[in-house]
């Protein structure tokens, strides 16, 4: 069975432009969340979707922005960048949206790594 | 912020020795868990451990909560070059109805061949 998958691997922008980055969750999962991890860092909630609505946001700006489709799958939007959006954008995937459950794992993706120049 | 802080930041050890990470949170929690990251990829999900649980085991990992100190601590035994990785811990929190992990920065951990 697939993973969850990530595209693009890696991207190259420039500050003030937008970028869109996509996610497909595990079969079977509904919960997509988002993370953002600068170097040397550990990951940083952005935002989690279930069943195509957003259901939690980390600190983040409003430039950033998601959506979920109807097959679950997710995009990461980012508006006019900055120098400080560098990182690797992490995708997890989950069974349930939030609902506390003792097995409370989230699969991850490989990530995009974004630069912004 | 950080929830978890792992200690040390880096770890060097040759193959064959125990390698100790060790983490603290700062709230209550459900349970905690340990993933790997190797070279700036995704995260693998190593062990959970449930916040009524004191040590669990998986393969030659050995994971140990003291909720009193809020700490936790994951020990990888005979350790092998290929588990040279930077490993973190994380805990469960809500963020309005959204189930979020909040993540330590990691122990970068080395092991020479």
């Known amino acids: 069975d697939a993973g969850v998958t990530q595209s693009p691997t890696h991207l190259i922008k420039t500050r003030g432009q937008h970028v869109t980055l996509r996610c497909s969750p595990i079969s079977g999962h509904k919960s997509v969340s988002w993370y953002q991890q600068v170097l040397g860092q550990g990951p940083q909630f952005i935002f989690q979707y279930y069943e195509k609505e957003e259901r939690g946001r980390g600190n983040f700006p409003d430039r950033f922005s998601a959506r979920q489709f109807p097959n679950y799958s997710s995009e990461l939007n980012v508006n006019a960048l900055l120098l400080g959006d560098s990182a690797l954008y992490l995708c997890?995937?989950?069974?349930?949206?939030?609902?506390?459950?003792?097995?409370?794992?989230?699969?991850f993706g490989p990530g995009t790594r974004l630069t912004v120049l | 912020s950080q929830q978890g802080e792992e200690d040390p930041q880096a770890l060097s050890i040759q193959e064959g020795e125990n390698a100790t990470m060790n983490c603290s949170y700062k709230?209550?929690?459900?349970?905690l868990q340990w993933y790997r990251q190797n070279s700036g990829r995704g995260l693998v999900h190593l062990i959970l451990i449930r916040s009524n649980e004191r040590e669990k085991h998986s393969g030659r990992l050995r994971v140990t909560l003291d909720t009193s100190k809020k700490s936790s601590s994951l020990l990888i035994t005979a350790s092998r070059a290929a588990d040279t990785a930077s490993y973190f811990c994380a805990t469960g929190e809500w963020a309005g109805s959204a189930r979020q992990l909040t993540f330590g920065s990691g122990t970068q951990l080395t092991v020479l061949p």
């Open positions: 997890a995937s989950s069974l349930r949206q939030g609902e506390f459950r003792l097995k409370d794992e989230q699969f």
């Open positions: 709230t209550s929690i459900n349970n």
